[in-house]
């Protein structure tokens, strides 16, 4: 909410269309509108199917994957604890379900397996104490 409520025209993010922003809005009200609905189809779907990754509730409520995690990232969405909706150690990417994403799976296997023997082993202490800090909050 915003004091003083002006009129400004601007380009909706979304569809491009020139409308008049009356709280500072980014999307024009249709957009605004179909907003609102897919997240309440994300969020129902979420709720009713707590086990299904980012890309099945994409695929079954036909919303961007990118906009799904922005809500959870948000908080807007909150996933329960059997979700297997969860996000990267690393990089913060989305994984399904694993503490890392393929991405980095797969870089910390070849880091690993390119044996640099002193910096594995470092690498492994601050993995172990990484999973410390995680157990207790
Ligand atoms: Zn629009
Ligand atoms: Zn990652």
Redesign the pocket.
């Known amino acids: 909410m915003t004091d003083n409520k002006l009129n400004a025209l601007r380009n909706?993010k979304?569809?491009n269309?020139l409308f008049s922003s009356v709280d500072g809005n980014s999307?024009?009200s249709?957009?605004n509108d179909d907003i609102d609905d897919e997240f309440t189809r994300v969020r129902e779907y979420i709720y009713d199917n707590p086990s299904s990754s980012v890309k099945d509730v994409s695929i079954a409520t036909g919303v961007e994957a990118d906009a799904i995690l922005k809500w959870i990232r948000e908080g807007k969405i909150v996933l329960s604890k059997g979700s297997s909706i969860a996000f990267c150690d690393r990089c913060g990417e989305p994984t399904d379900g694993g503490r890392f994403c393929a991405k980095c799976v797969h870089e910390l296997s070849t880091g690993l397996k390119s044996g640099i023997g002193e910096s594995t082993e470092a690498q492994r202490q601050r993995m172990g104490m990484h999973i410390k800090d995680a157990r207790k909050k």
């Open positions: 909706c979304k569809c269309r999307l024009c249709r957009c």
